[in-house]
């Protein structure tokens, strides 16, 4: 299936939406409670599920496997990070109130 110009205009303007609402809303809010992290992780993993479905109903099911597999290797690859950070946060005494303000750098 050929996409149009249309199409990847509307894609490109959702992925900015996603990442000015991702940004936009963390900037307000200085620590992130475990409530709110785990709603926003299960958002994320529910809008790649629905991207999955897209996939599948445009192009099949071998490719939104494919997209299936790649998320969840990256997910699980992205875990061994989460230490890493926590290491460098303790190391330097970064406070929690700052540390999204270091991510970002």
């Not at 205009?9 to 963390?26: E, R, S």
């Not at 999955?52 to 875990?79: C, I, M, P």
Request: hydrophobic residues 65%.
């Amino acid at each position: 299936m050929a996409h149009t110009l249309a199409f990847w205009i509307g894609f490109n303007l959702f992925v900015l939406a996603m990442l000015a609402l991702d940004l936009g809303l963390h900037r307000r809010w200085a620590v992130l409670g475990f409530r709110a992290a785990v709603g926003w992780t299960a958002f994320w993993v529910l809008l790649a599920a629905a991207f999955a479905g897209l996939v599948f109903l445009w192009h099949g099911r071998q490719l939104a496997l494919q997209f299936v597999t790649g998320y969840v290797v990256e997910e699980s690859l992205s875990v061994d990070n989460l230490f890493v950070f926590l290491i460098l946060f303790r190391y330097f005494r970064v406070p929690s109130n700052c540390q999204h303000k270091v991510l970002l750098l």
